[in-house]
């Protein structure tokens, strides 16, 4: 069984380097796609505000598969937002 503590480690490391990865292209690159990684980078903090708030939830902890669902949700987003960045390039 996942641990409520690792799955937070899991969201918070994972869609911090999203977020990395939305800087650095952005440190690196012309300023007019900067609206577009800032949008890129909000998306992610609403996924991860989302993903936390899902966790805390202790009605539906209880639930058989509820964290793997979590789990899953956030591989999605994951992709999703790394295929954006990739579409910036």
């Known amino acids: 069984m996942t641990k409520i503590k690792d799955l937070k480690k899991d969201i918070n490391n994972t869609l911090g380097e999203v ?3 939305a800087l650095v292209w952005q440190s690196q690159n012309t300023s007019e796609k ?3 990684t800032e949008a890129i980078i909000d998306e992610t903090i609403e996924v991860f505000d989302i993903l936390i708030s899902k966790l805390n939830d202790k009605d539906e ?3 058989k598969g509820y964290f793997a669902e979590i789990r899953q949700e ?3 987003a994951e992709s999703k937002l790394k295929a954006k960045l990739a579409a910036l390039k």
């Open 19 to 21: 977020i990395e990865s």
């Open 34 to 36: 900067a609206p577009e």
């Open 61 to 63: 902890r209880s639930k």
């Open 74 to 76: 956030l591989l999605t």
